[in-house]
T-cell receptor, first 115, second 115 residues
Framework: NAGVTQTPKFQVLKTGQSMTLQCAQD?????MYWYRQDPGMGLRLIYY???????DKGEVPNGYNVSRLNKREFSLRLESAAPSQTSVYFC??????????????FGPGTRLTVL | AQTVTQSQPEMSVQEAETVTLSCTYD???????LFWYKQPPSRQMILVIR??????QNATENRFSVNFQKAAKSFSLKISDSQLGDAAMYFC????????????FGTGTRLKVLA
C-alpha cells in the first residue's frame, strides 16, 4: 500500500515548455486534489476532482489543466510553463470529500523550477 | 471568505519540553473542521490532529492536543514531551462542513527541537 505517489520528484523546465505531473493513489479514494506550496503562502488549491469523471477549479487554476484519468490517477498539466509556476506541487486524496470524517492524504511532492 | 493565520513563523523547544503553536481563523460559518498537519524535511504532509467545530471537547492524539476556542476562533496545538522527530513545519487548516472540498491552509510554523 504505497498511499499517494507523485512523479517526478524534481523537474526543471524552460519558460514555454510543457509538462505533466502524475499522481496516483491506491487507497480507493473518491476525491483527489492538486496544491502548490510557495514560501510564506502555505498550500493553495489548484484543482480538485470530487469523483471520477469530474474536475473543478480551486483557488489558483490559471495556467493549469487537469485530467482525472480513472479513479486512481489525477494528472496536472502545465501547457506553457512560466517562472511564476516555480513551486512545490502536492497531490492529495481523500475517501469522500464532503464526509464528516474526511481526511486528506498527501503525496511526497514535486519540486518544479521554471527558468 | 475564510482565512487562517499562523503568526509564528518559527518556534524552538527543548527536547522533552512542551510547546504551543498558535492558529487563528476567520469564518462566518458555524460548522467546520480544523486540522493540524506536519511537514517534515521529506516534504510529505502528515495529519497530526483533527477537530470538529461542533465538538466542545478538545481533540488529543498521544502527545498532541489542541486548545479549541470557538468564540475566539483560535485553534492552538500543544506538543508535550517534544522529541527530535517533531521538528517540522506545522500547518493549520480549515475546511467548511458544507458544500465545498476546499481546505484553507495557514502559512505554517517551523518548529525546531533542541537537544
Amino acid at each position: 500500500n504505497a498511499g499517494v505517489t507523485q512523479t517526478p520528484k524534481f523537474q526543471v523546465l524552460k519558460t514555454g515548455q510543457s509538462m505533466t505531473l502524475q499522481c496516483a493513489q491506491d487507497m480507493n479514494h473518491n476525491s483527489m486534489y492538486w496544491y502548490r506550496q510557495d514560501p510564506g503562502m502555505g498550500l493553495r488549491l489548484i484543482y480538485y476532482s470530487a469523483s471520477e469523471g469530474t474536475t473543478d477549479k480551486g483557488e489558483v487554476p490559471n495556467g493549469y489543466n487537469v485530467s482525472r484519468l480513472n479513479k486512481r490517477e489525477f494528472s496536472l498539466r502545465l501547457e506553457s510553463a512560466a517562472p511564476s509556476q516555480t513551486s512545490v506541487y502536492f497531490c492529495a486524496s481523500s475517501e469522500q470529500g464532503l464526509a464528516v470524517t474526511d481526511t486528506q492524504y498527501f503525496g511526497p511532492g514535486t519540486r518544479l523550477t521554471v527558468l | 471568505a475564510q482565512t487562517v493565520t499562523q503568526s509564528q513563523p518559527e518556534m524552538s523547544v527543548q527536547e522533552a519540553e512542551t510547546v504551543t503553536l498558535s492558529c487563528t481563523y476567520d469564518t462566518s460559518e458555524s460548522d467546520y473542521y480544523l486540522f493540524w498537519y506536519k511537514q517534515p524535511p521529506s516534504r510529505q504532509m502528515i495529519l497530526v490532529i483533527r477537530q470538529e467545530a461542533y465538538k466542545q471537547q478538545n481533540a488529543t492524539e498521544n502527545r498532541f492536543s489542541v486548545n479549541f476556542q470557538k468564540a475566539a476562533k483560535s485553534f492552538s496545538l500543544k506538543i508535550s514531551d517534544s522529541q527530535l522527530g517533531d521538528a517540522a513545519m506545522y500547518f493549520c487548516a480549515y475546511r467548511s462542513a458544507s458544500g465545498t472540498y476546499k481546505y484553507i491552509f495557514g502559512t505554517g510554523t517551523r518548529l525546531k527541537v533542541l537537544a
